[in-house]
T-cell receptor, first 114, second 113 residues
Framework: GAGVSQSPSNKVTEKGKDVELRCDPI?????LYWYRQRLGQGLEFLIY????????KSGLPSDRFSAERTGESVSTLTIQRTQQEDSAVYLC????????????FGPGTRLTVT | AQSVTQLGSHVSVSEGALVLLRCNYS??????LFWYVQYPNQGLQLLLK??????LVKGINGFEAEFKKSETSFHLTKPSAHMSDAAEYFC???????????FGAGTRLFVKA
């Protein structure tokens, strides 16, 4: 079956522009996660969805970051007024449930802010 | 607060040698523990996980890890390295009943012929 997909795979944008990143989870997966991976660093948790609600948004770096999810389907991560420090790979993962269930990761979106 | 420490950002072994990637965690409650692997130009995939039961867990591609509560460790091992094992490995921890997963900074494994 299809895995987690993300689009675009690469995005180059100018400082100050808004960007929207998309994640399509595995069908039937109720949980969806967004992470940020800066070059040479580990994964930084951003936000988690259970269904279309986000119980914990504390990982979002600033109010320029927002995310939404439609039902138990597509999610979008929006970054407004991008800054150079936003350059990173943004990873999405989905899971059949929480806690002990493994996460299935998408290939990521590489964002470069010039 | 939970945290994960992976000792060594880079590890280099010869083909056929033992692979040992170290992971220590801090958690106020017994956690769930995971190892993920990221091959070049690919997404992360699960190698193995510890949730409950046997503390020695076996994963894909001959890897295994042992949960040692007294040492708060979850080191990853493989008896004999293959060239195809060259990748980046991430240790992760999650509270039981929780959802937030904390990842280590990663260890890049190099395998020499």
């Amino acid at each position: 079956g299809a895995g987690v997909s993300q689009s675009p795979s690469n995005k180059v944008t100018e400082k100050g522009k808004d960007v929207e990143l998309r994640c399509d989870p595995i069908s039937g997966h109720t949980a969806l996660y967004w992470y940020r991976q800066r070059l040479g660093q580990g994964l930084e948790f951003l936000i988690y969805f259970q269904g279309n609600s986000a119980p914990d948004k504390s990982g979002l770096p600033s109010d320029r970051f927002s995310a939404e999810r439609t039902g138990e389907s597509v999610s979008t991560l929006t970054i407004q007024r991008t800054q150079q420090e936003d350059s990173a790979v943004y990873l999405c993962a989905s899971s059949a449930g929480t806690a002990s269930y493994e996460q299935y990761f998408g290939p990521g979106t590489r964002l470069t802010v010039t | 607060a939970q945290s994960v420490t992976q000792l060594g950002s880079h590890v280099s072994v010869s083909e056929g040698a033992l692979v040992l990637l170290r992971c220590n965690y801090s958690s106020s409650v017994p956690p769930y523990l995971f190892w993920y692997v990221q091959y070049p130009n690919q997404g992360l995939q699960l190698l193995l996980k510890y949730t409950t039961g046997a503390t020695l867990v076996k994963g894909i591609n001959g890897f295994e890890a042992e949960f040692k509560k007294s040492e708060t460790s979850f080191h990853l091992t493989k008896p004999s390295a293959h060239m195809s094992d060259a990748a980046e490995y991430f240790c992760a921890v999650r509270n039981t009943g929780g959802f937030k997963t904390i990842f280590g900074a990663g260890t890049r494994l190099f395998v020499k012929a």
